[in-house]
Nanobody
Framework: QVQLVESGGGLVQPGGSLRLSCAAS????????MGWYRQAPGKQRDLVAT???????NYADSVKGRFTISRDNVKSTVYLQMNSLKPEDTAVYYC???????????WGKGTLVTVSS
């Protein structure tokens, strides 16, 4: 099991920036990929971005060019830099870790991002 704790959410105006952090603890040696997902009110949870142990990244089309995922393996932390934020980016953002073997997923409790003027 891996424990994930997100931080960095808050209220930001349209066009602004935020950086989310997710600190992992526990059996971190079993993590093969980490990512960010988001869930807006009344909607399903959707992928935002993922990053593998090798550094390969994947982004949802809606955030390409605006969001950047990165990881610090020494600190066991993954980041999501969010720029040019839009009201439609408002959601609870969840950190995710995919473990090996088996592909089990662990989730954080989420951090709320609100984009509003």
């Amino acid at each position: 099991q891996v424990q994930l704790v997100e931080s960095g959410g808050g209220l930001v105006q349209p066009g602004g920036s935020l950086r989310l952090s997710c600190a992992a603890s526990g059996h971190i040696f079993s993590i093969r990929a980490m990512g960010w997902y988001r869930q807006a009110p009344g909607k399903q949870r959707d992928l935002v971005a993922t990053i593998t142990n090798g550094g390969s990244t994947n982004y949802a089309d809606s955030v390409k060019g605006r969001f950047t995922i990165s990881r610090d393996n020494v600190k066991s932390t993954v980041y999501l830099q969010m720029n040019s934020l839009k009201p439609e980016d408002t959601a609870v953002y969840y950190c995710n870790a995919v473990l090996t073997p088996g592909g089990m997923q662990n989730w954080g409790k989420g951090t709320l991002v609100t984009v509003s003027s």
